[in-house]
């Protein structure tokens, strides 16, 4: 496609149900990203993938986060035993690999609500 | 690690005048990028500006601006001749250059622009 979609669009679910966020980036980027962003807040890093394997998956807050990205191109965002904490926009980039760092393409982001 | 602020939680500016955002950031690195993005109520994040560390000259994309002074570690854009659909939440934006690494984003500045 044209840019980065995300779906589903918006998630609500219950505590402690497990939910997938699916990214699919712009065709021939090899670096994806995951960010959380928080009510008020700036996007914060979760997860990096250049290629299929995840370069820095410092950003991921505890092991209920989980992502992959095992073609090279479309990646999922798995949470497991959601909390009412994890409520928030997820949002999703890509852009061009190689050593010249460059702009991030964003898509609209998947908001999750834990009740 | 590198961090970004934007002391200016919110701002508003008249239609057709000038607005300027703050932003301050904190590296050890000589080479990096600076970016300015927009989100509006829709959630998609989109490049207004960028701005490479080792370039002296300021950038500018039509009506916005940057002041970037690498000393002082400051970024600051200007909007020039405010329009009603400059109304959204701006996010100053640091990234390392020579790896493909990941973005930092400041908590952002909301901005109101009155008709």
């Known amino acids: 496609g044209a840019g980065v979609s995300q779906t589903p669009s918006n998630k609500v679910t219950e505590k402690g149900k497990y939910v997938e966020l699916r990214c699919d980036p712009i065709s021939g980027h090899t670096a994806l990203y995951w960010y959380r962003q928080s009510l008020g807040q700036g996007p914060e890093f979760l997860i990096y993938f250049q290629g299929t394997g995840a370069a820095d998956d410092s950003g991921l807050p505890n092991d209920r986060f989980f992502a992959v990205r095992p073609e090279g191109s479309v990646s999922t965002l798995k949470i497991q035993r959601t909390e009412r904490g994890d409520s928030a926009v997820y949002l999703c980039a890509s852009s061009f690999g190689g050593v010249e760092a460059g702009e991030l393409f964003f898509g609209e982001g998947s908001r999750l609500t834990v009740l | 690690a590198q961090t970004v602020t934007q002391s200016q939680p919110e701002m508003s500016v008249q239609e057709a005048e000038t607005v300027t955002l703050s932003c301050t950031y904190d590296?050890?690195?000589?080479?990096?990028?600076l970016f300015w993005y927009k989100q509006p109520p829709s959630r998609q994040m989109i490049l207004v500006i960028r701005q490479e560390a080792y370039k002296q000259q300021n950038a500018t994309e039509n009506r916005f601006s940057v002041n970037f002074q690498k000393a002082a570690k400051s970024f600051s854009l200007k909007i020039s001749d405010s329009q009603l659909g400059d109304a959204a939440m701006y996010f100053c934006a640091y990234r390392r250059s020579l790896n493909n690494n990941d973005m930092r984003f400041g908590a952002g500045t909301r901005l109101t622009v009155k008709p």
């Open positions: 590296t050890s690195e000589s080479d990096y990028y």
